[in-house]
């Protein structure tokens, strides 16, 4: 798989975790006494940068050799960059 092929499969998974967060936020601010949360946007942040990391993870997994650390690398690289974009759309701002 390319470096840009798996950029493009990273920013389907981001986009499709980002298009979901209005849910995730209703339904965290309707059961926050039960979830134990605090902050629901910084919860949801997690529940995407998990989705992101873990949906790549297990594309690269799928391949037919194991991912190489450099490949592990390169999506963390890939998903980390796009942290700004991601906290700006659940409203947390570029903390």
């Known amino acids: 798989m390319s ?3 798996l950029e493009n499969l990273i920013e389907q998974t981001l ?3 980002i298009l979901t967060l209005p849910a995730y936020l209703d339904e965290i601010k309707e059961n926050k006494q039960t979830l134990k949360v605090e902050d629901p946007k910084e919860f ?3 529940m995407v940068m998990g989705m992101a990391l873990g949906m790549s993870g297990a594309f690269l997994s799928a ?3 194991a991912p190489t650390p ?3 690398i390169k999506v963390r690289d890939i998903i980390y960059k796009n ?3 991601i906290r700006e759309r659940i ?3 570029n903390n």
């Open 3 to 5: 470096e840009e092929e």
């Open 15 to 17: 986009n499709s975790a």
């Open 44 to 46: 949801v942040y997690g």
């Open 63 to 65: 391949q037919k050799k």
């Open 70 to 72: 450099e490949d592990q």
């Open 83 to 85: 942290i700004p974009q």
């Open 91 to 93: 409203g947390l701002g």
